[in-house]
């Protein structure tokens, strides 16, 4: 594991600008990042898009499973991540430090106004985690200009699904659209630090029914849910399912 992403899941803390030992705060949980290595893994992703950066913590655990190539494109979007009071540049410094910098592409902007111009520039995403502002339509609004941009077989990760706000996002998901659930990960995210965490050792362990033949929706509360994008958006212009 990356000595960066393992400083953080290990102690909690993390390293400022200046070198200072810094509180790491929301950022998802080792359960949640072996949930989004395996679903890189098997997609042998190339390019990937987050929303919502902080102190990096899911795009080190992105950054190290991605497909290593000339092609590899990170793309992370977080309009807070240079302001002082909020992050102060550490989840970028987070990624440079852990030799990801040349595959990072940083957007310091809202993602309804990034991602909208990463469908402009024509980009194609094999993977997606959505972990920014998590209103309802926030999160909605993620997801639904993030489907412009992934390809048919890539995956978008849904953090904090078990939010009211988020989970309804996946049921509108699950019940109007052509994507499959896959799996999700049963640890919620935004642990406290108290460095009680599971060992990095065994994450996998913990990431429930991964690919699993799985209905359409689902009845159990994930921390985290992963949907397959099966085919283009057909429905009918008047389509609605009540979610
Ligand atoms: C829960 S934190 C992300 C944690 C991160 N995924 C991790 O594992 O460390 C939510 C992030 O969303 C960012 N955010 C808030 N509003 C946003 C918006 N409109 N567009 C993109 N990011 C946003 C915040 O600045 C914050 O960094």
């Known amino acids: 594991m990356n000595p960066v992403l393992e400083e953080i899941l290990t102690t909690g803390n993390t390293k400022t ?16 990042g072996a949930l989004i290595q395996k679903c890189i893994e098997e997609l042998q992703a190339q390019v990937s ?21 000339p092609q590899t494109k990170h793309y992370v979007i977080d309009p807070y991540q240079m302001q002082e009071q909020s992050y102060g540049g550490i989840g970028l410094n987070n990624l440079k430090r852990a030799g990801f910098g040349a595959i990072v592409e940083f957007i310091e902007k809202p993602s309804h106004l990034a991602l909208a111009m990463l469908e402009e520039k024509n980009i194609k995403a094999d993977f997606a985690f959505i972990d920014g502002w998590h209103t309802f339509d ?10 412009k941009i992934l390809k048919i077989d890539g995956v978008v990760i849904l953090d904090d699904s078990d939010w009211k706000s988020v989970e309804k996002v996946c049921s509108f998901i699950s019940k109007n659209r052509s994507y499959k659930f896959i799996g999700g990960s049963t640890q919620r995210s935004h642990l406290n630090n108290s460095g009680d965490k599971s060992s990095p050792n065994s994450p996998l362990s913990k990431v429930k029914n991964l690919f699993r033949n799985s209905s359409s929706e689902t009845k159990t509360k994930f921390g985290a849910m992963a949907f397959k994008k099966i ?3 057909d429905r009918r212009w008047d389509h609605y399912a009540d979610f």
């Open 17 to 32: 600008l200046d070198g200072k030992t810094k509180k790491v705060n929301s950022q998802i949980s080792i359960e949640e």
């Open 49 to 69: 898009v987050e929303v919502g950066l902080a102190f990096g913590t899911s795009a080190l655990f992105i950054c190290e499973a991605l497909k290593k190539t």
């Open 138 to 147: 926030h999160t909605l609004t993620d997801f639904f200009l993030i489907d």
């Open 231 to 233: 085919s283009f958006d």
